[in-house]
């Protein structure tokens, strides 16, 4: 004869023998939320006492939440001190998260092309419980973030954010915010006349509305100033250097520059070569590079992320995503801004 499904103990017996709601032992067995270790762990005791039918099912669930994720990131290159400073922070990030805290893996590109990034992508979603990825917005990429995600595991965009559908958030800067300081520092600190404005890509969503906000506020609030047309590094060093010293020689009369891009460190070896100190320049992100610009006054003014504030941020919510169910509201944290200066150096 069968089990008398009747006397088979219940989600309400197991919450009363591990003295918890009904609702604590539901979001164990379906991770609808995050649960504290020791309770899923209480919560597992009490299955295995009372014989409850589910109690394997609890026991995978303490394997899950007890294991430390491993976190994927897809950087670039290791040769940018950007890239450097906020591997550094995320290392940091996760291992000052409590026990078991993520272990991290960074995966740095020197190739940019959207298919090396894509590949990058899925390379660590067959590896890690979650990953972000700083990119340029591209079909290829955006596909490999569809698929990773049907895999399972959730893809952020960090720094830039990304057009992916399945993407599980974003997590960086305001970049409209920081387009209209740049803006806002070239109109109070120089005389109007001719600004040029170097980008990485526009495939960067985030320099895409660096520039944006630049121009309009410009054009809004001080029609005085010419924006040049925008001049592309694609994040190398070398090719903003002489970008740099295209724009130099062609526009003598130039009263600032705005570096929303990388290749910053190209940028400011030209601007030390013409040794023109009458330049406003703001550009991106504190590094000892960008640190000694401020400091010996080629470089006027900084807008930097948060580095560490925003590892940890984006830590936090990868592990979150990791052990609560999909389909969940995306995460739009735009941290803000530090502004660097001489001043506060």
């Known amino acids: 004869m069968g089990r008398d499904k009747s006397s088979e103990p219940t989600m309400a017996d197991v919450a009363r023998q591990a003295g918890v709601g009904v609702a604590t032992v539901d979001r164990v067995i379906n991770r609808r939320a995050p649960v504290r270790e020791d309770t899923v762990l209480r919560v597992l005791a009490a299955a295995e006492a009372l014989g409850f039918r589910r109690a394997g099912l609890i026991r995978r669930r303490a394997g899950e939440q007890t294991r430390a994720p491993t976190l994927g990131f897809v950087l670039q290159s290791a040769r940018s ?5 906020l591997g550094a922070a995320l290392q940091a990030a996760a291992q000052a998260m409590p026990a078991p805290s993520p272990k991290v893996v960074l995966s740095y590109l020197e190739d940019l ?3 090396r990034v894509a590949q ?3 390379e660590l979603g067959q590896s890690c419980d979650a990953v972000a990825v700083v990119a340029a917005d591209h079909p290829q990429i955006s596909q490999a973030v569809e698929s990773v ?25 305001d970049n ?3 387009g209209h300081t740049a803006a806002w520092t070239m109109a109070r600190l120089c005389r109007p006349g001719k600004v040029g404005l170097i980008l990485g890509s526009h495939r960067y969503l985030c320099q895409e509305q660096c520039e944006v906000s630049f121009r309009s506020w410009l054009r809004e609030s001080a029609p005085a100033f010419q924006v040049l047309e925008s001049l592309v590094s694609l994040e190398d060093v070398g090719l903003a250097r002489a970008t740099t010293q295209e724009l130099l020689h062609l526009h003598p009369d130039l009263v600032g520059v705005y570096v929303a891009g990388g290749g910053v460190e190209g940028v400011i070896e030209a601007l030390r070569e013409a040794a023109r100190p009458d330049l406003v320049v703001v550009c991106h992100d504190l590094t000892e590079v960008t640190r000694q ?7 006027t003014l900084l807008l930097s992320h948060p580095y560490d504030w925003m590892a940890v941020r984006l830590c936090e919510a990868m592990v979150s995503a990791v052990r609560t169910p999909p389909g ?3 995460l739009q944290a735009a941290l803000p801004f530090v502004v660097c200066t001489p001043a506060n150096m």
Not at 293 to 299: E, H, K, P, Q, S
Request: glycine share 12%; with cysteine.
């Open 113 to 115: 092309t959207p298919r």
């Open 176 to 178: 409209r915010k920081v």
């Open 149 to 173: 995600s049907a895999q399972g595991v959730p893809v952020f965009a960090l720094v830039s954010d990304l057009t992916a559908p399945s993407l599980a958030g974003y997590v960086g800067v």
């Open 328 to 330: 969940g509201t995306k």
């Open 81 to 85: 001190p950007f890239y450097r400073t």
């Open 120 to 122: 990058g992508i899925v």
């Open 293 to 299: 610009a401020v400091l010996d006054g080629c470089v």
